[in-house]
Nanobody
Framework: QVQLVESGGGLVQPGGSLRLSCKIT?????????LAWYRQAPGKQRDLVAT???????DYADSVRGRFTISRDIIENALYLQMRSLNPDDSAVYYC?????????WGQGTQVTVSS
């Protein structure tokens, strides 16, 4: 059974940084699934933020490119999202996602609030 558990959200001031973590089990997920971070603000659709393929290719939404970095640590069974230069528009619930040709899994989400 695939499980994704996010952590690391919280309250941060504009211009600040935050690192989100997603614990992923079992480890075979990293070899088969494309991993991603999504976010959803109140009243808005869930949007793709960044992706990490099994071949280690990454991609980013235009709104976060240059500020966010997605990475993985297979030994730690973890996917990360390093966020810098945060602004209030980045406030949302952030979700970890694993998707293959056959199925898709979501974490429960972690809240990020950017406010002074």
């Amino acid at each position: 059974q695939v499980q994704l558990v996010e952590s690391g959200g919280g309250l941060v001031q504009p211009g600040g940084s935050l690192r989100l973590s997603c614990k992923i089990t079992p480890r075979r997920v990293f070899a088969v699934y494309t991993l991603a971070w999504y976010r959803q603000a109140p009243g808005k659709q869930r949007d793709l933020v960044a992706t990490f393929t099994p071949g280690a290719a990454t991609d980013y939404a235009d709104s976060v490119r240059g500020r966010f970095t997605i990475s993985r640590d297979i030994i730690e069974n973890a996917l990360y999202l390093q966020m810098r230069s945060l602004n209030p528009d980045d406030s949302a619930v952030y979700y970890c996602n694993a998707k293959s040709e056959d199925d898709e899994y979501w974490g429960q989400g972690t809240q990020v609030t950017v406010s002074s």
